[in-house]
């Protein structure tokens, strides 16, 4: 139970034993809360508040005035206040991608043609927070930035990355052999020899002043400036980002994309050249997309040609000179559904001539153009007749040929060899320069709609290489074959094999096309209305149309350019029963706005090489066909404003092609037409009309020809005789009846024309309402294309029948509720339909972008004029509801009780979201659902009949949409409640945008924030939260995705009203949220899913970029004033003497004190749900402790980048926020991560400080025997004594993975590096020993974890590939076992068994295992690097990353080093705490161990002598132990590879000796233990130099013989002494290194060596664990067990004069039938050193712990040599000491070894 005991110990804690006693009582189920006890005297002023609840939060603003600001300006100024340019509404320009914008060219518009043209180029309105991110949700301390931030950092020095690389360290070991060879042939011991070498060699720099006496106090000032110096700023920039960067973090909402045109994905096409065999007359061109599976036409055609001058000049008569638009050889298509069907379909046309089109043909198949000498006359004759035809019929065309290109084949085959048909010929040289530029110009942005592609890979158009083709096959036109039907069918019949069209006799022609992935943006290019689009520096270049894409499914992009086109497709025509001449036929297409001929306008777009627009159109004529097909597309400019005589008009004529005389060129034989509006729509679609014989009569344009019109003559009587299809791409036009409806009804009010005419209906003003309101519930029925395409405007308008409820007849109506409806069920719409269009919230983009750049408050438009008649919908039409009239009684709630405790209406948790809805509304408010007006709104009758704007008729605007929209969402109930839950985020984002237009507006963004919205709106915004927060909280396991989704978008409301609201009232708001997910986490089994989801709303809300403000960081925690002070202090536990008002402070800055939370709100409640869920006794919240902590993680790196807190001052204002995390960290230590325990895991000796792997005697016994020795069950030094509790008895608790406990650290070294020194200090003086140990196993645990990996580390994770770290394991474990169970503990404990088993064996062989570099399999905190899923890195980034890790490793060292400072001034100022030190020693001595940076290293070691100047006799009386560790420590690092480490630890090392010296007199204790370090080093590492060592001694020397002070003592003869015999050892040790290779011999010098220390019984035990562990490395168990043996009878020797007990051995008599010459470790011959000496016999294992512990290994080897009977031997002298200790366990343990021991000799007998 010692664990629970230390736990027990809070001293002033409030934290984890509140917790654990709140939530233990809620799970025991009972339902009222338990009494709180008050722990300490820090909360005794306060009614304490369980963490588990939250506090009631200060009233921020109320605040701010009471405490105004002292500081004038400065960064302190801007931490206290939001600054005023906060929010800003920003009127943008939007981008127009034309130089001049699209817009009607009429200056009359209808009022719909106005509201989409307003629509189209209105400014965006944004609401701009322009410190927006500067939160959290935009840290750049994610990867893209950290790199930048990363740039400049200083390169640290590691012994590490130093290791001399193999050939030079040769030469020098060769050298040294050389120089070395003297000792061989000298005796042992030959004195002489041995100085002459260390008199020769250098020794390092000394450091200046050392010797000086210099007063504490200077030197710690001194040593304090140095390490401040040039420290880095930025501890997180150090940090690699956790995981979670990868993804979104949730609290990112992304800026919508700007609405824009739509576009697919785009290919350029040039047309190079066209040439057939002979060259007689003009051809014209077109090209088209289409898509053979939907057979769909998906573009509309390109018009080029490539005619000679010469050819184009035989038409001079008929073509007036050509628009430069119309010479386009370029186009670029839109595709946004590429597959393989599309193709890119080429057809030909030439100038009509007498024969049909197989007569024109043959001479371009039979002819070859290498004849053409040969056939000279007849090419004359043809071009002579060619002149002819052209002459006559210029204005004619016919078909000629065509051919098609499968479109995908050359995007896939371009750049690849095999070549399906003659088709393509890739272009050479230049081009394939140029496509790995182009390639990367993908267009971006277009994910709109990309995901609807079908899967194929190679349907991508962004990325292919240019391809040149040469098509060289053409298909003459078959006559009866025009239609597009034939068209598909020779298209599907393409793709075959054997396809028809192969055995047709081509037309052989070369055609050269370049087809490319558009560029980004192509200069000189025009839209499909020929507009120039930006870039056009040049008028006169030739251009690249834009061509205009009918896309073969729906797309679900909102209009936001003008564009009103008309596309006519005359398809076919029957005059086979017509009376008369009529062959050769012809269509004039005409559009009209009279009857008259000459009211036709130009706006039919022309061809290729003719003017912009012409007043007609004619279609190719086939010969000879009395019913032609025909495959014209004819494209008009339709006006903006049509009337009802806007027609189509079609002329049939006859065309002569043969001169006669007296015959006309062209004969009219019929006329029909369309009307191009039918009741005030747009009229399109497929058309079968009949056709008349003779002119129309006068007023036929407004009617249709299916009309039979008396007196008229008809083709075929009155039947449908000619097809033709129309239609319209529009953005003015819906093509929707309903949303026509709708538009047509919301125009009709803002004009106030009556009756209105919509379809065959004619609605007067008394039905109006009506037929509006069932207008708007039609809506629904809508189709999505069009709801989509319009939704911009469609929105507008239901927003402004909200705010502007309309007089119809004299009477207000109130279409809120109708409208608020439509818009719910519309955005769900939009939801469902289009899943992929949605950001990681669930916001559809559309909607998004609406919001934030197209809404406005509808009266705002900058341009309006002011309200009256004629404005946007005159206010006359519009009143203003006087709201209180009609809102009921219920929704005045006193806001006050609204969200007191005490409603009891509220704190009940109500069983369904409408009881809830109920139980704030009360019950009248649901049954509102009819019209206002009934509900006894004021009669509007005074603005009815009042048409000037009176003075009441100006305030029509003041019904505001946010309060109008709260309103109806708290009291609409069923569907429509569910509707706009579902989409909640849509209705909150609208909500804020409304109220921040309606502040700046109204010019209230300065005002004070209580006095900006009325209370009744904040009452409805209240009822609002609250029953969100119950749905949440009632629905969050049926509706998950739903739940997760509102539970986000209120969090992201809240967020947005800190902005603009009464910060208190949000707060209150934050506290009722919590209040319900509380009372309802308690009563759950599983609290985990509800508990995730509040974290998110807090991480949410927390992201605010004024978070900091948010805290009033500036707020000193004052406690109210207490009544009788004397008595708090007398019950206060804390430490008595520091007066109790400041003790109070201070304990309520580093406490989740109810004052801290009230004042720090934010961070109160982010710390409260750290400590909640971080306690162990927490159930079921085990898998969020990654989420907890990273939110902290996340908060904290975004503070330390902010520039807004790089001052030092302020940073440590943000710090104080997060004091209280330093003491949640330390109730955690049991649970954190081990990361001392990765180097133990190593096989490493656990008997020696952890990270000298190679340096001790101890390293070659494996982790087992190490533990036994130490004489505990769990390694000694790796732990500070406090791990020890936790870990022997067995961790209950879950750990946490190396990730999670990682962050935690690190977000610990954060605060203590920016926190107030001083307030710490004062802090520290508070704990108590218990609590201060706990913070030092914290600091050591930061040690480990943060060590510096290596260089060579990282390159070996760049190459294991398959090395998967094990932290994934731990996460999988986390997630399978939720939270810790009987398995958990099970897999735990195998998980240690599988990491302690290699130790023996594996790691054994001391290959270059200086640096443990490939230990790093087991190393988990480098989860980091596992890289295994990506490419390997090169080898900058390796550089790179082992130079962040190198200033992490240093200045997490160097907070670690400052903190402990602050410790020992503590102790300084206490005197109290001088148990704390051995503490601080730890953690120091254990750095020291670590992988450390020079830079660091000079610290440290100044830390180091500045203690043991201060506390000499704490080293030499108490932690003797500590001391033989740091003497190792030093030489260690005295045989540095760099000079500065070296002479840093030389000077400490000197001074030790100095202090040991002046304290006694004689300095035995330190140089017994260098003597022993020096063994223990030199014997064991094998990359050990000595020549580094032997500098070192020399610096050593050298300090002696310059130390004035001790000149006359003693002291610089023994440090000769000294010095003279470590180099001795050092000497003996170079022998050893030279037969390393020959284990034989290797063992026999061990042995000599260990002989030679015969008399130094701790260097003696020190080489022969040496050599057992060599022994047992090479799995020589028995001669291990006869070492141990020895070992154990050494000690057992200088037992017996230490301690008289019986039931210990002898000596080494006892063990004589075990080993027969073990009596050779008596302690007898003279010289043998008393054991009380001063620092002998002082290592652990002269106890009878270690004697125990050096036995029982012996047993285990002897166990596993099959040495059976000695087992027994070894056990006759265990068991009387256990017996004597009365130890059942171990015994039991002992029997059962025995027992095995004798089965198996009886095995071994029998068989």
Same mark, same amino acid.
């Given at each position: 139970?010692?664990?629970?005991?230390?736990?027990?110990?809070?001293?002033?804690?409030?934290?984890?034993?509140?917790?654990?006693?709140?939530?233990?009582?809620?799970?025991?189920?009972?339902?009222?809360?338990?009494?709180?006890?008050?722990?300490?005297?820090?909360?005794?002023?306060?009614?304490?508040?369980?963490?588990?609840?939250?506090?009631?939060?200060?009233?921020?603003?109320?605040?701010?005035?009471?405490?105004?600001?002292?500081?004038?300006?400065?960064?302190?100024?801007?931490?206290?206040?939001?600054?005023?340019?906060?929010?800003?509404?920003?009127?943008?320009?939007?981008?127009?991608?034309?130089?001049?914008?699209?817009?009607?060219?009429?200056?009359?518009?209808?009022?719909?043609?106005?509201?989409?043209?307003?629509?189209?180029?209105?400014?965006?309105?944004?609401?701009?927070?322009?410190?927006?991110?500067?939160?959290?949700?935009?840290?750049?301390?994610?990867?893209?930035?950290?790199?930048?931030?990363?740039?400049?950092?200083?390169?640290?020095?590691?012994?590490?990355?130093?290791?001399?690389?193999?050939?030079?360290?040769?030469?020098?070991?060769?050298?040294?052999?050389?120089?070395?060879?003297?000792?061989?042939?000298?005796?042992?011991?030959?004195?002489?020899?041995?100085?002459?070498?260390?008199?020769?060699?250098?020794?390092?720099?000394?450091?200046?002043?050392?010797?000086?006496?210099?007063?504490?106090?200077?030197?710690?000032?001194?040593?304090?400036?140095?390490?401040?110096?040039?420290?880095?700023?930025?501890?997180?920039?150090?940090?690699?980002?956790?995981?979670?960067?990868?993804?979104?973090?949730?609290?990112?909402?992304?800026?919508?994309?700007?609405?824009?045109?739509?576009?697919?994905?785009?290919?350029?096409?040039?047309?190079?050249?066209?040439?057939?065999?002979?060259?007689?007359?003009?051809?014209?061109?077109?090209?088209?997309?289409?898509?053979?599976?939907?057979?769909?036409?998906?573009?509309?055609?390109?018009?080029?040609?490539?005619?000679?001058?010469?050819?184009?000049?035989?038409?001079?008569?008929?073509?007036?000179?050509?628009?430069?638009?119309?010479?386009?050889?370029?186009?670029?298509?839109?595709?946004?559904?590429?597959?393989?069907?599309?193709?890119?379909?080429?057809?030909?046309?030439?100038?009509?001539?007498?024969?049909?089109?197989?007569?024109?043909?043959?001479?371009?198949?039979?002819?070859?153009?290498?004849?053409?000498?040969?056939?000279?006359?007849?090419?004359?004759?043809?071009?002579?007749?060619?002149?002819?035809?052209?002459?006559?019929?210029?204005?004619?065309?016919?078909?000629?040929?065509?051919?098609?290109?499968?479109?995908?084949?050359?995007?896939?085959?371009?750049?690849?060899?095999?070549?399906?048909?003659?088709?393509?010929?890739?272009?050479?040289?230049?081009?394939?320069?140029?496509?790995?530029?182009?390639?990367?110009?993908?267009?971006?942005?277009?994910?709109?709609?990309?995901?609807?592609?079908?899967?194929?890979?190679?349907?991508?158009?962004?990325?292919?290489?240019?391809?040149?083709?040469?098509?060289?096959?053409?298909?003459?036109?078959?006559?009866?074959?025009?239609?597009?039907?034939?068209?598909?069918?020779?298209?599907?019949?393409?793709?075959?094999?054997?396809?028809?069209?192969?055995?047709?006799?081509?037309?052989?022609?070369?055609?050269?096309?370049?087809?490319?992935?558009?560029?980004?943006?192509?200069?000189?290019?025009?839209?499909?209305?020929?507009?120039?689009?930006?870039?056009?520096?040049?008028?006169?270049?030739?251009?690249?149309?834009?061509?205009?894409?009918?896309?073969?499914?729906?797309?679900?992009?909102?209009?936001?350019?003008?564009?009103?086109?008309?596309?006519?497709?005359?398809?076919?025509?029957?005059?086979?029963?017509?009376?008369?001449?009529?062959?050769?036929?012809?269509?004039?297409?005409?559009?009209?706005?009279?009857?008259?001929?000459?009211?036709?306008?130009?706006?039919?777009?022309?061809?290729?090489?003719?003017?912009?627009?012409?007043?007609?159109?004619?279609?190719?004529?086939?010969?000879?066909?009395?019913?032609?097909?025909?495959?014209?597309?004819?494209?008009?400019?339709?006006?903006?404003?049509?009337?009802?005589?806007?027609?189509?008009?079609?002329?049939?004529?006859?065309?002569?092609?043969?001169?006669?005389?007296?015959?006309?060129?062209?004969?009219?034989?019929?006329?029909?037409?369309?009307?191009?509006?039918?009741?005030?729509?747009?009229?399109?679609?497929?058309?079968?009309?009949?056709?008349?014989?003779?002119?129309?009569?006068?007023?036929?344009?407004?009617?249709?020809?299916?009309?039979?019109?008396?007196?008229?003559?008809?083709?075929?009587?009155?039947?449908?005789?000619?097809?033709?299809?129309?239609?319209?791409?529009?953005?003015?036009?819906?093509?929707?009846?309903?949303?026509?409806?709708?538009?047509?009804?919301?125009?009709?009010?803002?004009?106030?024309?009556?009756?209105?005419?919509?379809?065959?209906?004619?609605?007067?003003?008394?039905?109006?309402?009506?037929?509006?309101?069932?207008?708007?519930?039609?809506?629904?029925?809508?189709?999505?294309?069009?709801?989509?395409?319009?939704?911009?405007?469609?929105?507008?308008?239901?927003?402004?029948?909200?705010?502007?409820?309309?007089?119809?007849?004299?009477?207000?109506?109130?279409?809120?509720?109708?409208?608020?409806?439509?818009?719910?069920?519309?955005?769900?719409?939009?939801?469902?339909?289009?899943?992929?269009?949605?950001?990681?919230?669930?916001?559809?983009?559309?909607?998004?972008?609406?919001?934030?750049?197209?809404?406005?408050?509808?009266?705002?438009?900058?341009?309006?004029?002011?309200?009256?008649?004629?404005?946007?919908?005159?206010?006359?039409?519009?009143?203003?509801?006087?709201?209180?009239?009609?809102?009921?009684?219920?929704?005045?709630?006193?806001?006050?009780?609204?969200?007191?405790?005490?409603?009891?209406?509220?704190?009940?948790?109500?069983?369904?979201?409408?009881?809830?809805?109920?139980?704030?509304?009360?019950?009248?408010?649901?049954?509102?659902?009819?019209?206002?007006?009934?509900?006894?709104?004021?009669?509007?009758?005074?603005?009815?009949?009042?048409?000037?704007?009176?003075?009441?008729?100006?305030?029509?605007?003041?019904?505001?949409?946010?309060?109008?929209?709260?309103?109806?969402?708290?009291?609409?109930?069923?569907?429509?409640?569910?509707?706009?839950?579902?989409?909640?985020?849509?209705?909150?984002?609208?909500?804020?945008?409304?109220?921040?237009?309606?502040?700046?507006?109204?010019?209230?963004?300065?005002?004070?924030?209580?006095?900006?919205?009325?209370?009744?709106?904040?009452?409805?915004?209240?009822?609002?939260?609250?029953?969100?927060?119950?749905?949440?909280?009632?629905?969050?396991?049926?509706?998950?995705?739903?739940?997760?989704?509102?539970?986000?978008?209120?969090?992201?409301?809240?967020?947005?009203?800190?902005?603009?609201?009464?910060?208190?009232?949000?707060?209150?708001?934050?506290?009722?949220?919590?209040?319900?997910?509380?009372?309802?986490?308690?009563?759950?089994?599983?609290?985990?899913?509800?508990?995730?989801?509040?974290?998110?709303?807090?991480?949410?809300?927390?992201?605010?970029?004024?978070?900091?403000?948010?805290?009033?960081?500036?707020?000193?925690?004052?406690?109210?004033?207490?009544?009788?002070?004397?008595?708090?202090?007398?019950?206060?536990?804390?430490?008595?003497?520091?007066?109790?008002?400041?003790?109070?402070?201070?304990?309520?800055?580093?406490?989740?004190?109810?004052?801290?939370?009230?004042?720090?709100?934010?961070?109160?409640?982010?710390?409260?749900?750290?400590?909640?869920?971080?306690?162990?006794?927490?159930?079921?919240?085990?898998?969020?402790?990654?989420?907890?902590? /990273?939110?902290?993680?996340? @908060? &904290?790196?975004?503070?330390? +980048?902010?520039?807004? #807190?790089?001052?030092?001052? =302020?940073?440590? %204002?943000?710090?104080?926020?997060?004091?209280?995390?330093?003491?949640?960290?330390?109730?955690?230590?049991?649970?954190?991560?081990?990361?001392?325990?990765?180097?133990?895991?190593?096989?490493?000796?656990?008997?020696?400080?952890?990270?000298?792997?190679?340096?001790?005697?101890?390293?070659?016994?494996?982790?087992?025997?190490?533990?036994?020795?130490?004489?505990?069950?769990?390694?000694?030094?790796?732990?500070?004594?406090?791990?020890?509790?936790?870990?022997?008895?067995?961790?209950?608790?879950?750990?946490?993975?190396?990730?999670?406990?990682?962050?935690?650290?690190?977000?610990?070294?954060?605060?203590?590096?920016?926190?107030?020194?001083?307030?710490?200090?004062?802090?520290?003086?508070?704990?108590?020993?218990?609590?201060? /140990?706990?913070?030092?196993? @914290? &600091?050591?645990?930061?040690? +480990?974890?943060?060590? #510096?990996?290596?260089?060579? =580390?990282?390159? %070996?994770?760049?190459?294991?590939?398959?090395?998967?770290?094990?932290?994934?394991?731990?996460?999988?474990?986390?997630?399978?076992?939720?939270?810790?169970?009987?398995?958990?503990?099970?897999?735990?404990?195998?998980?240690?068994?599988?990491?302690?088993?290699?130790?023996?064996?594996?790691?054994?062989?001391?290959?270059?295992?200086?640096?443990?570099?490939?230990?790093?399999?087991?190393?988990?905190?480098?989860?980091?690097?596992?890289?295994?899923?990506?490419?390997?890195?090169?080898?900058?980034?390796?550089?790179?990353?082992?130079?962040?890790?190198?200033?992490?490793?240093?200045?997490?060292?160097?907070?670690?080093?400052?903190?402990?400072?602050?410790?020992?001034?503590?102790?300084?100022?206490?005197?109290?705490?001088?148990?704390?030190?051995?503490?601080? @020693?730890?953690?120091?001595?254990? +750095?020291?161990?670590?992988?450390?940076?020079?830079?660091?290293?000079?610290?440290?070691?100044?830390?180091?002598?500045?203690?043991?100047?201060?506390?000499?006799?704490?080293?030499?009386?108490?932690?003797?132990?500590?001391?033989?560790?740091?003497?190792?420590?030093?030489?260690?690092?005295?045989?540095?590879?760099?000079?500065?480490?070296?002479?840093?630890?030389?000077?400490?090392?000197?001074?030790?000796?100095?202090?040991?010296?002046?304290?006694?007199?004689?300095?035995?204790?330190?140089?017994?233990?260098?003597?022993?370090?020096?063994?223990?080093?030199?014997?064991?590492?094998?990359?050990?130099?000595?020549?580094?060592?032997?500098?070192?001694?020399?610096?050593?020397?050298?300090?002696?013989?310059?130390?004035?002070?001790?000149?006359?003592?003693?002291?610089?003869?023994?440090?000769?002494?000294?010095?003279?015999?470590?180099?001795?050892?050092?000497?003996?040790?170079?022998?050893?290194?030279?037969?390393?290779?020959?284990?034989?011999?290797?063992?026999?010098?061990?042995?000599?060596?260990?002989?030679?220390?015969?008399?130094?019984?701790?260097?003696?035990?020190?080489?022969?664990?040496?050599?057992?562990?060599?022994?047992?490395?090479?799995?020589?168990?028995?001669?291990?067990?006869?070492?141990?043996?020895?070992?154990?009878?050494?000690?057992?020797?200088?037992?017996?004069?230490?301690?008289?007990?019986?039931?210990?051995?002898?000596?080494?008599?006892?063990?004589?039938?075990?080993?027969?010459?073990?009596?050779?470790?008596?302690?007898?011959?003279?010289?043998?050193?008393?054991?009380?000496?001063?620092?002998?016999?002082?290592?652990?294992?002269?106890?009878?712990?270690?004697?125990?512990?050096?036995?029982?290994?012996?047993?285990?080897?002897?166990?596993?040599?099959?040495?059976?009977?000695?087992?027994?031997?070894?056990?006759?002298?265990?068991?009387?000491?256990?017996?004597?200790?009365?130890?059942?366990?171990?015994?039991?343990?002992?029997?059962?070894?025995?027992?095995?021991?004798?089965?198996?000799?009886?095995?071994?007998?029998?068989?």
């Amino acid at each position: 139970m010692a664990e629970r005991r230390a736990f027990a110990q809070k001293i002033s804690r409030t934290v984890a034993a509140e917790v654990r006693k709140q939530i233990s009582g809620q799970y025991g189920g009972s339902p009222q809360l338990l009494k709180n006890l008050n722990i300490g005297g820090s909360v005794s002023h306060h009614t304490t508040v369980p963490l588990t609840e939250a506090v009631d939060p200060v009233d921020l603003e109320d605040y701010l005035i009471a405490h105004p600001i002292a500081v004038e300006s400065g960064p302190l100024r801007d931490l206290l206040e939001f600054p005023p340019d906060d929010i800003e509404v920003v009127h943008t320009p939007r981008e127009c991608r034309t130089l001049v914008s699209a817009v009607p060219e009429e200056s009359e518009m209808d009022p719909h043609v106005r509201d989409c043209v307003r629509s189209y180029t209105e400014d965006w309105a944004i609401v701009n927070r322009k410190y927006h991110k500067l939160g959290t949700g935009f840290n750049p301390n994610t990867l893209d930035k950290q790199k930048e931030r990363q740039k400049g950092l200083p390169k640290q020095i590691f012994e590490s990355d130093e290791a001399p690389d193999g050939n030079s360290y040769q030469d020098e070991q060769d050298d040294l052999k050389r120089r070395s060879m003297s000792i061989d042939d000298t005796p042992r011991g030959s004195w002489a020899c041995s100085i002459f070498d260390l008199k020769n060699s250098l020794p390092d720099a000394l450091l200046p002043n050392l010797l000086d006496r210099t007063p504490n106090e200077e030197i710690d000032h001194h040593n304090e400036d140095q390490r401040k110096s040039s420290r880095h700023k930025e501890l997180f920039a150090l940090h690699p980002a956790p995981d979670e960067f990868q993804e979104e973090p949730i609290e990112r909402l992304s800026v919508p994309e700007v609405p824009k045109e739509h576009f697919g994905q785009r290919l350029l096409v040039k047309c190079l050249s066209l040439k057939f065999e002979i060259e007689i007359e003009p051809i014209f061109a077109s090209l088209a997309l289409y898509d053979v599976k939907e057979k769909k036409k998906i573009s509309e055609n390109f018009y080029f040609d490539l005619n000679s001058e010469q050819m184009k000049g035989m038409l001079r008569p008929h073509v007036p000179p050509a628009a430069i638009s119309t010479l386009a050889r370029s186009a670029i298509f839109s595709i946004t559904y590429p597959s393989q069907d599309v193709f890119l379909v080429i057809k030909l046309e030439k100038v009509l001539q007498q024969g049909d089109i197989g007569e024109c043909a043959e001479p371009y198949m039979i002819f070859k153009e290498s004849d053409a000498a040969k056939n000279k006359e007849k090419l004359e004759k043809l071009k002579c007749q060619a002149e002819q035809f052209c002459q006559r019929l210029g204005k004619y065309r016919m078909p000629f040929a065509w051919t098609a290109i499968h479109l995908m084949n050359i995007v896939s085959s371009a750049g690849s060899l095999e070549r399906d048909s003659t088709e393509v010929e890739v272009g050479t040289g230049e081009r394939k320069g140029s496509w790995s530029e182009r390639r990367n110009s993908s267009i971006v942005g277009r994910r709109s709609l990309e995901r609807t592609t079908s899967g194929d890979e190679a349907c991508n158009l962004t990325s292919f290489r240019p391809a040149t083709l040469t098509v060289t096959n053409f298909f003459k036109q078959e006559g009866d074959r025009l239609s597009d039907e034939d068209l598909y069918k020779f298209l599907a019949d393409m793709r075959r094999p054997s396809s028809v069209l192969r055995r047709l006799r081509p037309i052989t022609a070369q055609l050269k096309i370049d087809i490319s992935p558009a560029p980004e943006n192509p200069h000189y290019c025009l839209t499909p209305e020929l507009l120039q689009v930006k870039l056009y520096p040049d008028s006169r270049v030739r251009p690249t149309r834009e061509i205009l894409e009918f896309p073969a499914r729906d797309v679900y992009v909102p209009n936001t350019t003008y564009r009103n086109l008309l596309y006519v497709y005359p398809q076919s025509l029957n005059f086979a029963n017509r009376q008369g001449s009529a062959r050769n036929i012809t269509v004039k297409v005409q559009f009209m706005y009279g009857e008259d001929p000459s009211n036709a306008m130009p706006v039919i777009f022309g061809k290729s090489s003719c003017p912009e627009f012409s007043k007609e159109a004619y279609t190719a004529v086939v010969y000879h066909n009395r019913s032609p097909d025909f495959h014209e597309e004819i494209k008009i400019k339709l006006p903006a404003t049509l009337t009802d005589h806007h027609h189509l008009l079609f002329t049939f004529y006859h065309v002569s092609c043969q001169q006669k005389q007296n015959t006309p060129l062209e004969t009219p034989v019929g006329y029909t037409w369309i009307p191009m509006l039918q009741n005030g729509r747009l009229k399109t679609g497929q058309f079968c009309l009949p056709v008349s014989l003779e002119k129309p009569p006068q007023a036929y344009s407004v009617l249709s020809p299916e009309v039979p019109l008396p007196g008229m003559k008809w083709v075929d009587n009155h039947k449908g005789v000619f097809n033709v299809e129309v239609v319209a791409v529009s953005s003015l036009h819906t093509q929707d009846p309903y949303l026509d409806k709708f538009f047509a009804l919301v125009h009709a009010l803002d004009e106030h024309m009556f009756p209105v005419r919509i379809g065959d209906m004619r609605i007067m003003e008394n039905n109006l309402e009506n037929e509006l309101k069932s207008s708007i519930s039609a809506l629904n029925s809508s189709q999505l294309e069009p709801v989509v395409r319009f939704l911009h405007l469609l929105l507008d308008k239901l927003i402004l029948l909200v705010v502007r409820p309309p007089v119809i007849a004299g009477q207000i109506v109130n279409l809120g509720q109708a409208s608020f409806e439509a818009m719910a069920s519309i955005i769900n719409r939009l939801h469902k339909n289009l899943d992929g269009n949605q950001d990681q919230h669930g916001r559809n983009s559309l909607l998004a972008s609406y919001i934030y750049y197209v809404f406005r408050l509808p009266n705002t438009y900058p341009n309006s004029p002011s309200p009256g008649p004629g404005g946007l919908g005159g206010s006359v039409h519009y009143a203003t509801m006087a709201r209180s009239a009609v809102r009921p009684a219920s929704l005045n709630l006193n806001r006050s009780r609204s969200l007191s405790n005490s409603n009891p209406d509220i704190s009940g948790t109500p069983t369904s979201p409408d009881d809830e809805v109920r139980s704030i509304i009360g019950s009248k408010g649901l049954d509102r659902s009819n019209s206002w007006v009934n509900t006894g709104g004021p009669k509007a009758a005074p603005w009815g009949s009042n048409p000037s704007p009176s003075a009441e008729s100006t305030q029509v605007v003041s019904s505001l949409f946010h309060e109008e929209l709260a309103l109806q969402w708290v009291v609409c109930s069923g569907s429509v409640r569910e509707a706009a839950l579902q989409q909640a985020w849509f209705f909150f984002e609208l909500m804020v945008k409304s109220m921040v237009h309606h502040l700046y507006f109204a010019d209230k963004l300065d005002a004070p924030r209580k006095n900006r919205f009325p209370e009744r709106f904040m009452d409805d915004v209240t009822a609002l939260v609250s029953t969100i927060a119950g749905d949440i909280v009632s629905r969050f396991q049926k509706d998950t995705e739903m739940v997760e989704r509102l539970n986000t978008s209120l969090a992201f409301f809240l967020n947005d009203l800190l902005s603009i609201m009464d910060r208190g009232f949000v707060f209150m708001l934050i506290k009722t949220c919590y209040k319900q997910v509380s009372s309802k986490l308690y009563s759950l089994t599983n609290p985990s899913n509800l508990a995730s989801l509040r974290l998110d709303f807090l991480r949410i809300i927390c992201s605010h970029e004024h978070y900091v403000t948010l805290n009033l960081p500036c707020s000193l925690l004052t406690p109210p004033a207490s009544p009788s002070p004397s008595v708090s202090s007398a019950t206060s536990q804390s430490s008595g003497f520091s007066t109790n008002v400041q003790d109070q402070k201070i304990a309520n800055m580093f406490e989740l004190s109810v004052p801290f939370r009230q004042q720090h709100y934010l961070a109160g409640l982010v710390l409260t749900e750290l400590a909640v869920i971080l306690d162990p006794d927490a159930e079921g919240l085990f898998g969020l402790h990654k989420k907890v902590i /990273n939110m902290v993680h996340n @908060l &904290l790196s975004s503070h330390d +980048s902010d520039p807004r #807190y790089a001052d030092p001052q =302020v940073k440590a %204002r943000v710090a104080m926020l997060y004091l209280p995390l330093i003491g949640v960290i330390m109730e955690t230590v049991p649970q954190l991560y081990d990361f001392t325990e990765s180097h133990n895991q190593r096989g490493r000796p656990s008997c020696v400080a952890v990270d000298d792997y190679e340096s001790e005697g101890g390293s070659m016994i494996s982790q087992t025997v190490a533990m036994a020795i130490a004489g505990t069950s769990v390694p000694q030094l790796t732990r500070p004594s406090s791990f020890l509790l936790t870990s022997s008895s067995g961790r209950q608790h879950s750990t946490f993975s190396t990730e999670s406990s990682r962050s935690l650290l690190i977000c610990l070294l954060w605060v203590l590096k920016n926190a107030d020194e001083s307030v710490l200090q004062k802090w520290f003086t508070d704990l108590s020993v218990l609590q201060l /140990n706990r913070l030092l196993d @914290l &600091l050591y645990l930061c040690v +480990s974890c943060f060590e #510096y990996k290596g260089k060579k =580390v990282f390159e %070996r994770m760049n190459s294991l590939t398959f090395k998967k770290s094990k932290d994934m394991r731990a996460k999988l474990e986390e997630a399978i076992l939720g939270s810790i169970g009987a398995r958990q503990e099970m897999v735990r404990r195998s998980r240690g068994q599988l990491e302690r088993s290699p130790s023996g064996s594996a790691f054994g062989s001391q290959e270059n295992l200086r640096w443990r570099k490939d230990m790093t399999h087991w190393r988990q905190n480098t989860e980091k690097l596992d890289k295994s899923h990506k490419p390997a890195r090169s080898r900058a980034e390796i550089e790179h990353e082992a130079l962040i890790d190198g200033n992490l490793a240093t200045e997490a060292n160097l907070i670690i080093l400052d903190t402990l400072e602050i410790v020992v001034q503590t102790v300084s100022v206490t005197e109290s705490k001088e148990s704390i030190l051995g503490g601080v @020693l730890k953690v120091l001595l254990h +750095s020291m161990a670590c992988n450390q940076s020079a830079l660091y290293l000079q610290h440290c070691f100044a830390t180091q002598r500045a203690l043991v100047s201060k506390f000499p006799e704490l080293l030499f009386e108490e932690e003797t132990e500590q001391c033989a560790d740091l003497c190792l420590r030093l030489l260690r690092h005295c045989s540095s590879s760099i000079s500065t480490i070296r002479s840093h630890a030389s000077a400490s090392l000197y001074l030790l000796m100095r202090q040991n010296f002046e304290i006694g007199n004689n300095f035995a204790r330190v140089k017994m233990q260098v003597t022993m370090s020096l063994s223990s080093l030199v014997g064991t590492s094998q990359n050990f130099n000595e020549e580094f060592l032997r500098r070192s001694l020399k610096t050593i020397l050298t300090y002696a013989e310059e130390d004035l002070e001790l000149r006359e003592t003693t002291f610089p003869d023994q440090v000769q002494d000294l010095v003279f015999n470590l180099h001795m050892i050092l000497s003996d040790t170079v022998k050893m290194k030279e037969h390393q290779e020959d284990p034989e011999m290797l063992i026999d010098l061990m042995y000599r060596i260990a002989k030679g220390y015969q008399n130094s019984p701790d260097l003696r035990l020190t080489w022969l664990q040496n050599m057992a562990g060599k022994h047992s490395e090479r799995s020589n168990h028995a001669e291990s067990a006869q070492c141990l043996v020895h070992s154990a009878a050494l000690v057992a020797e200088y037992l017996s004069m230490l301690e008289d007990r019986k039931y210990l051995p002898v000596g080494c008599v006892t063990f004589q039938n075990i080993s027969s010459n073990v009596l050779e470790e008596s302690a007898v011959s003279d010289d043998v050193v008393s054991p009380d000496e001063e620092g002998i016999c002082s290592g652990k294992y002269f106890t009878e712990a270690g004697l125990v512990g050096l036995l029982e290994q012996a047993a285990a080897s002897f166990s596993m040599a099959g040495m059976y009977e000695a087992v027994n031997e070894v056990y006759k002298v265990l068991i009387p000491i256990h017996e004597a200790n009365r130890d059942a366990k171990k015994l039991s343990t002992i029997h059962g070894k025995l027992q095995e021991a004798f089965s198996k000799i009886v095995h071994q007998v029998t068989f």
